[in-house]
Protein backbone atom coordinates (compact mmCIF):
# COMPACT_ATOMS: atom_id res chain seq x y z
CA UNK A 1 0.00 0.00 0.00
CA UNK A 2 1.54 3.28 -1.07
CA UNK A 3 0.69 5.65 2.44
CA UNK A 4 1.98 8.53 0.33
CA UNK A 5 -0.19 8.56 -2.03
CA UNK A 6 -3.05 7.93 0.55
CA UNK A 7 -1.99 10.71 1.86
CA UNK A 8 -1.37 12.97 -0.97
CA UNK A 9 -4.97 11.97 -1.49
CA UNK A 10 -6.42 12.82 1.72
CA UNK A 11 -4.79 15.80 2.59
CA UNK A 12 -6.82 18.40 1.04
CA UNK A 13 -10.35 16.97 2.35
CA UNK A 14 -8.65 16.63 5.64
CA UNK A 15 -7.97 19.92 6.01
CA UNK A 16 -10.96 21.58 4.20
CA UNK A 17 -13.02 19.46 6.58
CA UNK A 18 -10.89 20.65 9.79
CA UNK A 19 -11.01 24.62 8.26
CA UNK A 20 -14.78 24.45 8.02
CA UNK A 21 -15.34 22.88 11.80
CA UNK A 22 -12.88 25.38 13.20
CA UNK A 23 -15.20 28.00 11.66
CA UNK A 24 -18.41 26.49 12.20
CA UNK A 25 -17.33 26.20 16.08
CA UNK A 26 -16.24 29.98 15.91
CA UNK A 27 -19.42 30.93 14.58
CA UNK A 28 -21.53 29.22 16.76
CA UNK A 29 -19.43 30.76 19.57
CA UNK A 30 -20.35 33.86 18.71
CA UNK A 31 -23.70 33.16 18.44
CA UNK A 32 -23.43 31.57 22.06
CA UNK A 33 -22.17 34.91 23.43
CA UNK A 34 -24.90 37.45 21.61
CA UNK A 35 -27.41 35.44 23.25
CA UNK A 36 -25.68 35.47 25.89
CA UNK A 37 -25.61 39.59 25.88
CA UNK A 38 -28.00 41.86 26.83
CA UNK A 39 -30.22 41.05 24.11
CA UNK A 40 -33.97 41.27 25.00
CA UNK A 41 -34.86 37.82 24.94
CA UNK A 42 -38.37 38.96 23.48
CA UNK A 43 -36.70 40.74 19.97
CA UNK A 44 -36.98 39.38 17.05
CA UNK A 45 -33.35 39.58 16.98
CA UNK A 46 -32.90 37.18 19.65
CA UNK A 47 -35.52 34.77 18.41
CA UNK A 48 -33.71 34.56 15.04
CA UNK A 49 -30.40 34.47 16.11
CA UNK A 50 -31.45 31.71 18.99
CA UNK A 51 -32.79 29.78 15.62
CA UNK A 52 -29.14 29.62 14.60
CA UNK A 53 -27.82 28.34 17.58
CA UNK A 54 -25.55 24.95 16.69
CA UNK A 55 -26.40 25.42 12.91
CA UNK A 56 -23.09 26.86 12.08
CA UNK A 57 -21.40 23.55 12.70
CA UNK A 58 -23.73 21.35 10.47
CA UNK A 59 -23.29 24.37 7.47
CA UNK A 60 -19.64 24.86 7.56
CA UNK A 61 -19.58 21.03 7.50
CA UNK A 62 -21.53 20.69 4.51
CA UNK A 63 -19.35 23.32 2.45
CA UNK A 64 -16.38 21.92 3.68
CA UNK A 65 -17.83 18.43 2.37
CA UNK A 66 -19.34 20.02 -1.27
CA UNK A 67 -15.21 21.68 -1.66
CA UNK A 68 -14.38 17.86 -0.41
CA UNK A 69 -16.59 16.54 -3.55
CA UNK A 70 -14.92 18.94 -5.84
CA UNK A 71 -11.45 18.42 -5.04
CA UNK A 72 -11.54 14.60 -5.74
CA UNK A 73 -11.66 12.69 -8.44
CA UNK A 74 -14.22 10.20 -7.29
CA UNK A 75 -16.37 7.65 -8.74
CA UNK A 76 -19.81 8.63 -9.75
CA UNK A 77 -21.53 6.67 -7.24
CA UNK A 78 -19.68 7.91 -4.96
CA UNK A 79 -20.47 11.55 -5.66
CA UNK A 80 -23.88 11.29 -6.08
CA UNK A 81 -23.76 9.79 -2.34
CA UNK A 82 -21.76 12.62 -0.90
CA UNK A 83 -24.63 15.04 -2.99
CA UNK A 84 -27.73 13.33 -1.60
CA UNK A 85 -25.84 13.53 1.80
CA UNK A 86 -25.03 17.13 1.44
CA UNK A 87 -28.46 18.44 0.50
CA UNK A 88 -30.41 15.99 3.48
CA UNK A 89 -27.67 18.03 6.22
CA UNK A 90 -28.89 21.37 4.28
CA UNK A 91 -32.79 20.83 4.52
CA UNK A 92 -32.66 19.63 7.62
CA UNK A 93 -30.64 22.39 8.72
CA UNK A 94 -33.04 24.68 6.93
CA UNK A 95 -36.05 23.06 9.00
CA UNK A 96 -34.48 23.38 12.15
CA UNK A 97 -34.22 26.78 12.02
CA UNK A 98 -38.17 26.83 10.47
CA UNK A 99 -38.92 25.17 13.61
CA UNK A 100 -37.16 27.12 16.29
CA UNK A 101 -37.52 30.12 14.79
CA UNK A 102 -41.91 29.65 14.96
CA UNK A 103 -41.21 28.49 18.57
CA UNK A 104 -39.60 31.75 19.45
CA UNK A 105 -42.46 33.30 17.61
CA UNK A 106 -45.47 31.53 19.75
CA UNK A 107 -43.07 32.82 22.83
CA UNK A 108 -43.06 36.34 22.00
CA UNK A 109 -46.87 36.62 20.88
CA UNK A 110 -48.09 34.57 24.28
CA UNK A 111 -45.63 37.29 26.73
CA UNK A 112 -46.90 40.06 24.94
CA UNK A 113 -50.46 39.07 25.30
CA UNK A 114 -52.56 37.55 28.36
CA UNK A 115 -54.78 36.16 25.58
CA UNK A 116 -52.73 34.37 23.54
CA UNK A 117 -52.24 30.71 23.40
CA UNK A 118 -50.48 29.00 26.16
CA UNK A 119 -46.80 27.12 24.18
CA UNK A 120 -47.17 23.67 25.63
CA UNK A 121 -45.85 20.35 24.86
CA UNK A 122 -48.62 19.41 22.80
CA UNK A 123 -48.04 22.68 20.57
CA UNK A 124 -44.15 22.07 20.03
CA UNK A 125 -44.38 18.30 19.47
CA UNK A 126 -47.65 19.22 16.66
CA UNK A 127 -45.63 22.34 14.70
CA UNK A 128 -42.52 19.96 15.00
CA UNK A 129 -43.97 17.20 13.66
CA UNK A 130 -45.78 18.76 10.73
CA UNK A 131 -42.16 20.57 10.09
CA UNK A 132 -39.93 17.86 10.04
CA UNK A 133 -42.24 15.88 7.93
CA UNK A 134 -42.18 18.23 5.34
CA UNK A 135 -38.82 18.46 5.51
CA UNK A 136 -38.28 14.70 4.95
CA UNK A 137 -40.74 14.81 1.97
CA UNK A 138 -38.55 17.33 -0.05
CA UNK A 139 -35.54 15.06 0.56
CA UNK A 140 -37.56 11.78 -0.66
CA UNK A 141 -38.53 13.80 -3.54
CA UNK A 142 -35.31 14.87 -4.14
CA UNK A 143 -33.66 11.46 -4.08
CA UNK A 144 -36.22 10.58 -6.68
CA UNK A 145 -38.71 8.51 -4.61
CA UNK A 146 -42.10 9.89 -5.47
CA UNK A 147 -44.23 10.79 -2.45
CA UNK A 148 -47.54 10.68 -4.23
CA UNK A 149 -47.69 6.89 -2.95
CA UNK A 150 -46.38 7.41 0.69
CA UNK A 151 -48.85 9.97 1.22
CA UNK A 152 -51.45 7.25 0.06
CA UNK A 153 -50.29 4.66 1.70
CA UNK A 154 -50.18 7.00 4.98
CA UNK A 155 -53.68 7.86 3.81
CA UNK A 156 -55.12 4.27 4.03
CA UNK A 157 -53.07 3.12 6.97
CA UNK A 158 -53.71 6.51 9.06
CA UNK A 159 -58.04 5.38 8.59
CA UNK A 160 -56.87 1.46 10.67
CA UNK A 161 -55.05 3.26 13.36
CA UNK A 162 -57.17 6.24 13.45
CA UNK A 163 -59.72 2.67 14.34
CA UNK A 164 -57.18 1.57 16.82
CA UNK A 165 -56.37 4.01 18.77
CA UNK A 166 -59.61 6.36 19.33
CA UNK A 167 -59.43 7.08 22.67
CA UNK A 168 -55.73 8.40 22.07
CA UNK A 169 -56.56 10.31 19.19
CA UNK A 170 -59.85 11.69 21.25
CA UNK A 171 -57.03 12.86 23.90
CA UNK A 172 -54.79 14.75 21.69
CA UNK A 173 -57.81 16.60 19.48
CA UNK A 174 -59.77 17.08 23.08
CA UNK A 175 -55.72 18.38 24.19
CA UNK A 176 -55.66 20.80 20.70
CA UNK A 177 -59.34 22.14 21.67
CA UNK A 178 -58.01 23.08 25.11
CA UNK A 179 -55.45 24.99 24.09
CA UNK A 180 -57.43 27.10 21.06
CA UNK A 181 -60.44 27.77 23.00
CA UNK A 182 -58.71 29.25 25.68
CA UNK A 183 -60.62 27.51 28.34
CA UNK A 184 -57.18 26.84 30.53
CA UNK A 185 -53.68 28.31 30.02
CA UNK A 186 -50.65 27.11 32.00
CA UNK A 187 -50.35 28.22 35.32
CA UNK A 188 -54.41 28.82 35.72
CA UNK A 189 -55.82 27.02 39.18
CA UNK A 190 -58.64 25.14 37.83
CA UNK A 191 -61.14 22.58 39.60
CA UNK A 192 -62.81 19.87 37.40
CA UNK A 193 -66.51 18.74 38.35
CA UNK A 194 -65.05 15.20 38.78
CA UNK A 195 -63.12 16.57 41.78
CA UNK A 196 -59.28 17.09 40.71
CA UNK A 197 -57.94 20.50 40.71
CA UNK A 198 -54.47 22.25 40.93
CA UNK A 199 -52.14 24.61 38.88
CA UNK A 200 -52.09 23.51 34.89
CA UNK A 201 -48.50 22.77 33.95
CA UNK A 202 -48.60 21.15 30.96
CA UNK A 203 -51.00 20.47 28.20
CA UNK A 204 -49.92 17.28 26.15
CA UNK A 205 -50.82 15.20 23.43
CA UNK A 206 -52.90 12.46 25.88
CA UNK A 207 -52.96 14.45 29.16
CA UNK A 208 -52.99 17.71 31.37
CA UNK A 209 -51.40 17.82 34.79
CA UNK A 210 -52.63 19.54 37.35
CA UNK A 211 -49.96 20.61 40.06
CA UNK A 212 -52.44 20.54 43.65
CA UNK A 213 -52.03 22.34 46.87
CA UNK A 214 -49.90 19.59 48.60
CA UNK A 215 -47.83 19.56 45.22
CA UNK A 216 -48.88 16.08 43.89
CA UNK A 217 -49.09 15.87 40.36
CA UNK A 218 -52.92 14.70 38.94
CA UNK A 219 -52.64 13.18 35.46
CA UNK A 220 -56.38 13.91 33.93
CA UNK A 221 -56.55 12.65 30.49
CA UNK A 222 -57.38 15.58 28.00
CA UNK A 223 -60.75 13.58 27.04
CA UNK A 224 -61.92 13.74 30.31
CA UNK A 225 -61.33 17.59 31.08
CA UNK A 226 -63.14 18.44 27.82
CA UNK A 227 -66.22 16.51 28.89
CA UNK A 228 -65.61 18.03 32.56
CA UNK A 229 -67.49 20.95 33.99
CA UNK A 230 -64.17 23.47 34.63
CA UNK A 231 -63.77 26.00 36.96
CA UNK A 232 -61.15 28.26 36.45
CA UNK A 233 -60.21 30.30 39.66
CA UNK A 234 -57.63 32.88 37.56
CA UNK A 235 -59.62 33.81 34.85
CA UNK A 236 -61.34 36.67 33.69
CA UNK A 237 -58.31 37.71 36.68
CA UNK A 238 -55.38 36.21 38.55
CA UNK A 239 -56.71 37.68 41.86
CA UNK A 240 -59.31 36.20 43.75
CA UNK A 241 -61.51 37.37 47.48
CA UNK A 242 -60.97 35.09 50.08
CA UNK A 243 -64.08 35.47 52.60
CA UNK A 244 -63.53 34.55 56.66
CA UNK A 245 -66.47 34.09 58.84
CA UNK A 246 -66.24 35.41 62.10
CA UNK A 247 -68.60 36.77 64.86
CA UNK A 248 -68.46 39.22 68.07
CA UNK A 249 -70.79 39.27 70.90
CA UNK A 250 -74.07 41.93 71.35
CA UNK A 251 -72.08 44.36 73.29
CA UNK A 252 -69.34 44.71 71.02
CA UNK A 253 -68.02 48.20 69.33
CA UNK A 254 -68.95 47.33 65.96
CA UNK A 255 -67.09 50.49 64.47
CA UNK A 256 -64.01 49.08 66.33
CA UNK A 257 -64.75 45.80 65.35
CA UNK A 258 -64.27 46.67 61.81
CA UNK A 259 -61.41 48.69 62.39
CA UNK A 260 -59.52 46.21 64.39
CA UNK A 261 -60.20 43.72 61.53
CA UNK A 262 -59.23 46.34 58.44
CA UNK A 263 -55.81 46.95 60.18
CA UNK A 264 -55.13 43.14 60.51
CA UNK A 265 -56.17 41.75 57.42
CA UNK A 266 -53.33 45.27 56.10
CA UNK A 267 -50.77 43.70 58.41
CA UNK A 268 -51.28 40.47 56.88
CA UNK A 269 -51.50 41.36 53.14
CA UNK A 270 -48.40 43.25 53.52
CA UNK A 271 -46.47 40.37 54.86
CA UNK A 272 -47.82 37.63 52.74
CA UNK A 273 -48.95 39.11 49.67
CA UNK A 274 -47.71 42.57 49.08
CA UNK A 275 -48.63 42.85 45.29
CA UNK A 276 -52.36 43.22 46.75
CA UNK A 277 -53.64 47.05 46.65
CA UNK A 278 -57.15 46.06 47.86
CA UNK A 279 -58.01 46.88 51.13
CA UNK A 280 -59.79 44.52 52.91
CA UNK A 281 -63.35 45.34 53.97
CA UNK A 282 -65.69 43.93 56.60
CA UNK A 283 -68.97 43.34 56.16
CA UNK A 284 -71.92 42.24 59.00
CA UNK A 285 -74.69 39.95 57.74
CA UNK A 286 -76.84 38.28 60.28
CA UNK A 287 -78.17 38.48 64.38
CA UNK A 288 -77.30 35.21 65.13
CA UNK A 289 -78.20 34.03 68.59
CA UNK A 290 -75.69 34.78 70.20
CA UNK A 291 -73.40 36.71 67.74
CA UNK A 292 -73.17 39.09 65.37
CA UNK A 293 -71.76 37.89 62.00
CA UNK A 294 -69.59 39.42 59.61
CA UNK A 295 -67.28 38.22 56.46
CA UNK A 296 -64.20 39.78 56.26
CA UNK A 297 -63.13 39.69 52.73
CA UNK A 298 -59.68 40.37 51.25
CA UNK A 299 -58.37 39.79 47.90
CA UNK A 300 -55.26 37.69 47.28
CA UNK A 301 -53.42 37.64 44.11
CA UNK A 302 -53.48 33.82 42.79
CA UNK A 303 -55.52 31.12 44.65
CA UNK A 304 -53.02 29.11 46.35
CA UNK A 305 -52.60 32.06 48.23
CA UNK A 306 -55.64 31.96 50.14
CA UNK A 307 -54.73 29.47 52.63
CA UNK A 308 -51.85 30.76 54.58
CA UNK A 309 -53.87 33.89 54.24
CA UNK A 310 -56.81 32.50 56.43
CA UNK A 311 -54.23 30.58 58.42
CA UNK A 312 -52.23 33.89 59.36
CA UNK A 313 -55.73 35.99 59.89
CA UNK A 314 -57.16 34.23 62.19
CA UNK A 315 -53.86 33.88 64.43
CA UNK A 316 -53.94 37.34 64.87
CA UNK A 317 -57.55 38.25 64.36
CA UNK A 318 -57.84 36.21 67.72
CA UNK A 319 -54.90 37.74 69.42
CA UNK A 320 -56.13 41.00 68.50
CA UNK A 321 -59.38 40.72 69.58
CA UNK A 322 -58.07 39.35 72.68
CA UNK A 323 -56.00 42.25 73.19
CA UNK A 324 -58.84 44.75 72.88
CA UNK A 325 -61.09 43.04 74.99
CA UNK A 326 -63.69 41.95 71.96
CA UNK A 327 -65.68 38.33 72.78
CA UNK A 328 -65.82 35.89 70.34
CA UNK A 329 -68.84 33.97 71.47
CA UNK A 330 -69.22 30.20 72.16
CA UNK A 331 -72.90 28.47 72.06
CA UNK A 332 -73.85 28.09 76.02
CA UNK A 333 -76.48 25.44 76.72
CA UNK A 334 -77.63 25.70 80.40
CA UNK A 335 -79.26 22.34 81.60
CA UNK A 336 -82.54 22.74 84.34
CA UNK A 337 -82.70 19.87 86.32
CA UNK A 338 -86.41 19.39 87.64
CA UNK A 339 -85.47 16.98 89.98
CA UNK A 340 -83.79 19.16 92.45
Known amino acids: MNFEYLFDILLIPVCIQVGALIIGFLLNRLINRYLHSNINQGSWQYIFVNALRGLPISWCSGVGLYWTINSLDIPPTVNKLLSYLLFAVIVFTLTR ?24 TLLNNVINFVIYAMGVLIVLQYYGISVAPILTALGVG ?11 LANVFSGMHLILSKQIRLDDYVRLSTGEEGKVTDITWRFTTLQ ?25 RQDITVSIAIGVSYDSDLEKVEAVCIKVGKEILAKIDPSVTVEPVVRYNLFADSSINFNVIMHVSEFTNQYIVKHEFIKSITKEFRKENIEIPFPVRTIINSNQ
Open 212 to 236: SVSNNVVVVPNQNISKAIITNYSMP
Open 97 to 120: VVSRTLSGVIDFYTMRSDQNMPKT
Open 158 to 168: GMAVALALQDT
